[in-house]
T-cell receptor, first 114, second 110 residues
Framework: DADVTQTPRNRITKTGKRIMLECSQT?????MYWYRQDPGLGLRLIYY???????NKGEISDGYSVSRQAQAKFSLSLESAIPNQTALYFC?????????????FGPGTRLTVL | GQQLNQSPQSMFIQEGEDVSMNCTSS?????WLWYKQDPGEGPVLLIA?????ELTSNGRLTAQFGITRKDSFLNISASIPSDVGIYFC??????????FGTGTRLQVFP
């Protein structure tokens, strides 16, 4: 079984709808992240959480919110989706491995907002 | 927000050729990482570099942490079809988050 899972894998929705993307991990890591990937822009950080009581904004948090329901679960919400939020979304987890904060990524959720 | 500049944006090479790509930043990093993303998958860590000047290999892959701490290079020798994918560099200053490069898309032809 995959260590980091994301649901759904694909979603098509309409402008104005509320959408939740879910992420679960079995690695026992404290840190979890949500990224957005757009063609030619690489991955950009939306939100991150270092433990259940810690939530931090990344560089592009506007229009998004998150919830850390448990150590293993970190969900991303779009309260009112808009077309420019069409992108590939990745969840990642990390735990210290030596001196580097190695991040492990889920398979991604492809979101299309019409 | 800051992003790292990666070049080239894309490469089309023949199987067996060597590949070089690099990543530059206007500011320094303490750690450089290289990831590969296969189609339909999330990025997977290839190599991690911890100090300036460090040269590290992982099979046919070799990466270097630039002396200025503002750049990093990845080389792939004797490319094979399964090397196809998008390669991302990432820089880290402290133990909080990564800054990713814009990616290099690699296509290998038999």
């Amino acid at each position: 079984d995959a260590d980091v899972t994301q649901t759904p894998r694909n979603r098509i929705t309409k402008t104005g709808k509320r959408i939740m993307l879910e992420c679960s991990q079995t690695k026992g890591h404290d840190r979890m992240y949500w990224y957005r990937q757009d063609p030619g822009l690489g991955l950009r950080l939306i939100y991150y959480s270092f433990d259940v009581k810690d939530i931090n904004k990344g560089e592009i948090s506007d229009g998004y919110s998150v919830s850390r329901q448990a150590q293993a679960k970190f969900s991303l919400s779009l309260e009112s989706a808009i077309p420019n939020q069409t992108a590939l979304y990745f969840c990642a987890t990390s735990g210290t491995s030596g001196i580097v904060d190695t991040q492990y990524f889920g398979p991604g959720t492809r979101l299309t907002v019409l | 927000g800051q992003q790292l500049n990666q070049s080239p944006q894309s490469m089309f090479i023949q199987e067996g050729e060597d590949v070089s790509m690099n990543c530059t930043s206007s500011s320094i990093f303490n750690t450089w990482l290289w990831y590969k993303q296969d189609p339909g998958e999330g990025p997977v860590l290839l190599i991690a570099l911890y100090k300036a000047g460090e040269l590290t290999s992982n099979g046919r892959l070799t990466a270097q942490f630039g002396i200025t701490r503002k750049d990093s290079f990845l080389n792939i020798s004797a490319s094979i079809p399964s090397d196809v994918g998008i390669y991302f560099c990432a820089g880290q200053r402290s133990i909080d988050k990564l800054i990713f490069g814009t990616g290099t898309r690699l296509q290998v032809f038999p």
